[in-house]
Structure formats: C-alpha cells, structure tokens
Nanobody
Framework: QVQLVESGGGLVQAGGSLRLSCAAS????????MGWFRQAPGKAREFAAV???????YYADSVKGRFTISRDNAKNTVYLQMNSLKPEDTAVYYC?????????????????WGQGTQVTVSS
C-alpha cells in the first residue's frame, strides 16, 4: 500500500507561482513513475505531468514551459513547480503513483492517488 499526501495548494494571482509537493510512503518510491493530474469543476480529470523512475519528464501541452515536475527519491517526494499561472489552471491537483515506473498520461494506469490539493488562480 502506498499513501500519497499532497500539499502546497492555495490562492494566487494570475502570473504567480506555486510549488506543490506530494509525499509518498513506502520504501520503493524510486521505482514508481509519479504523475500530476488536475480536475476543474465540471470537467474530467486531466493529465498535467509525469516523471518516470529514470527521471524522464513529460507534460501536457497546456502546461509545457510553465510547469516543472521533479522528484527527490531520498525524501520520497515529487514536486510540481507551477509558474506563470493562469485562471484556467484553477483545479484540484492530484498526485498519483504508477508502480510500473513507465511514463503514462492515462489516469486509469495509476495505482495510487492522493487526496488532492486545491489551486485557485485569480484574474
């Protein structure tokens, strides 16, 4: 069983920055691929970014160039640095673990999910 706990959400003005963190339990964190997804009110959950066990990163077009995903295996933590935030980035952000370690942008491929953290960007 893997437990994921997100933190770092909040209210920010457009153009601002936030850094989300996701702390994972377990001793095999380095073997997981870790993803960030988001869900805006009335919309489906969508992929934002993923980092593989090898450290390869992939992003949705909507966040590419503004968001950066990274991981610290010593701390069992994955981060999402979000810069140049826009009102359309407003959503609940979830981190997820894929035990296969591969890059995947499909939510159903992930094995464990956090509870989510709210990000609100005001215009």
């Amino acid at each position: 069983q893997v437990q994921l706990v997100e933190s770092g959400g909040g209210l920010v003005q457009a153009g601002g920055s936030l850094r989300l963190s996701c702390a994972a339990s377990g001793r095999t964190f380095s073997r997981y691929a870790m993803g960030w997804f988001r869900q805006a009110p009335g919309k489906a959950r969508e992929f934002a970014a993923v980092i593989t066990l090898r450290g390869n990163t992939y992003y949705a077009d909507s966040v590419k160039g503004r968001f950066t995903i990274s991981r610290d295996n010593a701390k069992n933590t994955v981060y999402l640095q979000m810069n140049s935030l826009k009102p359309e980035d407003t959503a609940v952000y979830y981190c997820a673990a894929d035990l296969s370690g591969r890059a995947t942008m499909t939510s159903r491929e992930y094995d464990y999910w956090g509870q989510g953290t709210q990000v609100t960007v005001s215009s």
